[in-house]
């Protein structure tokens, strides 16, 4: 087997003009026939080429809430999320086509396809033998009889030759399991067979769930990788490891639906996943969804993408395919694909944050921005729609965000649009301070600058202990996962002086719609 990152000067207060758009009224009811229903159904998108978009409206019974549930989902395996009063706990409901309502059931949709031995109709194995085969490549491994059991992953390996368990992933490794006749092997013990072409993905930063940037990281090469392998798109099936359903929203839904090349009339392949905890470090220790922990399942052909861990990269492989990327996403809500304007819009979209990260001085920084343009303000979260932050996208010029999860579209904004990134302290470690300028870098159009906080009185510690365990720490040294978790949790002081030669500096580049290269 083979393994072959001035002072300030002040307009008058009547002359500055902040538009506060919130989005469960403004561009939310632009939206709002497509992403609407109350019991549950699915509505016709005609801007979407007729797409069928399933929607629901939240919903309050008792001490629980049923979030709303729209846009693509796996073929016949369609939830919405039930979270209670004063509980972390969170259930699921499914949607029943037959009934057409909400059940607690989980349909058969929602649990993988297998195979008993000798498996389906006309199957044999890869090469006449149940051993594991992998073929490496710089950025993924594709692997043919890859086993699954009891929460671990194996390659079967016989003959002589010992071979060391590695990482596939951040998170997980490869046990090879070891035997002197692989055939002898299968006809001893129980399994089952999954069938046809697998992708397995690791979310990696799973203590993160909700940070949806970090999708970008291996969608973007997996995009790129389905493009020059002979592998079946859409996949047969999707397995992602650590992740709950509730973290599948509907904007990485939709970008799914894109990598895998889910065509518009389509739905996604299934999605495995496993069973849920309310614990992140116990979610990853869980068993898949609808597999017995007593069977071996023999996936018949997987696809690894490799992370940054393993030796890949975090972003598209060509410029091409990031543009394409970005331009197929437009196309699957009916939108027109992004395109030089020919003046950009002097509008500036600044993107709130309400949890930590948030701006301290908030009321100031929109002054400033307010002077440079018209200004908006914009908050995101589980409930909003893809569809309408598109929208938001395309009338963008400037987009302002502090890093988080907010910036994950900035890669989507129009050419020549501008992003001004405000970056916490100490935010070095591998690369993290450039995780969204590599991906808005790909499209070649984007402008992408950035402000950081370098000193301490510019840093508010939410915890604080961190501020005395970690405060006096220089960017060098904060390379720990305990130093960079405690930087994740605090708010920012932008100097408003600094903010505002940076955008005096570069802002004239934007307005007259000179090329990224040249600003």
């Known amino acids: 087997m083979a393994r072959s990152n001035k002072q300030p000067v002040w307009a008058p207060a009547w002359a500055l003009v902040i538009i506060l758009v919130i989005l469960n009224s403004h561009i939310a009811a632009i939206s709002a026939n497509i992403f609407s229903g109350r019991q549950g159904r699915a509505v016709t998108d005609g801007s979407a080429h007729g797409r069928r978009v399933f929607a629901s409206e939240l919903e309050r019974h008792g001490n629980s809430t049923y979030h709303p549930s729209f846009g693509l989902f796996p073929k016949g395996c369609r939830w919405r999320s039930v979270t209670h009063d004063n509980s972390s706990k969170v259930d699921y409901q499914f949607w029943d086509f037959s ?22 109709p006309g199957w044999r194995w890869h090469n006449n033998t149940p051993r594991t085969e992998v073929t ?3 950025s993924h491994c594709v692997y043919t009889n890859m086993y699954y059991n009891n929460g671990r ?17 951040r998170n997980q490794e490869v046990i090879p399991f070891h035997v002197k006749n692989a055939s002898d092997f299968a006809d001893s013990v129980q399994w089952r067979v999954v069938p046809g072409d697998t992708i397995l993905f690791d979310f990696i930063f799973f203590i993160h769930p909700t940070a949806i940037g970090h999708w970008w990281e291996m969608l973007g090469p997996l995009y790129s990788i389905l493009k020059t392998l002979h592998f079946k798109r859409p996949c047969d099936q999707f397995v992602l490891l650590h992740l709950g359903r509730q973290h599948l929203l509907e904007w990485v839904r939709a970008m799914m639906a894109v990598t895998l090349g889910v065509g518009l009339a389509e739905e996604l392949p299934p999605i495995i996943m496993q069973e849920e905890t309310d614990n992140a470090w116990n979610q990853i220790t869980q068993q898949l969804t609808g597999f017995s922990r007593d069977t071996w399942y023999v996936f018949e052909r997987v696809l690894i993408v490799k992370d940054l861990s393993t030796g890949g990269g975090r972003t598209f492989l060509t410029f091409d395919d990031a543009r ?38 908030e009321p100031e920084f929109l002054q400033l921005l307010a002077e440079f343009g018209e200004l908006k303000v914009v908050e995101y979260n589980s409930s909003s729609s893809l569809y309408e932050q598109l929208l938001q996208m395309r009338q963008t010029g400037v987009y302002v965000s502090v890093h988080t999860s907010n910036l994950a579209n900035a890669p989507l904004l129009q050419p020549g649009s501008a992003v001004f990134e405000v970056i916490q302290r100490n935010w070095m470690w591998n690369g993290l301070d450039r995780s969204f300028r590599d991906q808005t870098h790909m499209m070649l159009d ?29 960017a060098a040294q904060c390379g720990t996962e305990e130093c960079v978790e405690a930087h994740t949790n605090v708010d920012v002081v932008v100097d408003i002086p600094a903010f505002r030669e940076l955008l005096e500096d570069r802002l004239p580049y934007v307005w007259r719609g000179a090329s990224v290269q040249e600003a």
């Open 99 to 120: 009934a057409e309502t909400w059940v607690d059931q989980r349909p058969a949709a929602c649990v993988p396809t297998t195979y008993p031995a000798p498996g389906p």
């Open 136 to 138: 490496c490549e710089t």
């Open 153 to 169: 992953w194996y390659a079967l390996v016989d003959g002589e030759l010992f071979i060391p368990s590695w990482r596939f992933s």
């Open 324 to 361: 394409e990327f970005r331009e197929h996403l437009y196309r699957q809500y009916g939108l027109p694909p992004p395109a030089p304007r020919p003046h950009i819009p002097r509008v500036i979209t600044f993107q709130r944050k309400r949890a930590n990260r948030r701006i301290i001085n």
């Open 446 to 474: 984007i402008h992408h600058f950035a402000w950081r906080a370098k000193h301490l009185n510019e840093t508010v510690y939410l915890n604080e202990r961190d501020l005395h365990k970690v405060g006096h720490w220089p």
